[in-house]
């Protein structure tokens, strides 16, 4: 649970901002849900979870595309 806390640490600053069930949807093929439980290192029966380094590394090119995809737009205006 350690692990997923830094996780969420590290995205304190945009937490608010992105559209957290697309990304899980989008980039996962998981719920909303799915991806609340791994930010939070707890599933939906209690159970500690974390981030596998699979997952780990989806989220970061999730967070990398859209952050490429936020620049082209703002480019555009």
Same mark, same amino acid.
């Given at each position: !649970?350690?692990?997923? =806390?830094? /996780?969420?640490?590290?995205? *304190? +600053? /945009?937490?608010?901002?992105?559209? @957290? %069930? &697309?990304?899980?949807?989008?980039?996962?093929?998981?719920?909303?849900? @799915?991806?609340?439980?791994?930010?939070?290192?707890? %599933? &939906?029966?209690?159970?500690?979870?974390?981030?596998? &380094?699979?997952?780990? &590394? *989806?989220? =970061?090119?999730?967070? !990398? +595309?859209?952050?490429? #995809?936020? #620049?082209?737009?703002?480019? #555009?205006?």
């Amino acid at each position: !649970m350690k692990e997923n =806390k830094k /996780i969420k640490n590290i995205l *304190q +600053d /945009i937490i608010l901002s992105v559209a @957290w %069930d &697309e990304i899980s949807k989008h980039y996962f093929g998981k719920s909303n849900s @799915w991806l609340y439980h791994k930010l939070n290192g707890i %599933d &939906e029966n209690k159970n500690i979870t974390e981030f596998s &380094e699979k997952e780990k &590394e *989806q989220l =970061k090119e999730a967070l !990398m +595309d859209l952050s490429s #995809r936020i #620049r082209t737009a703002a480019e #555009r205006i």
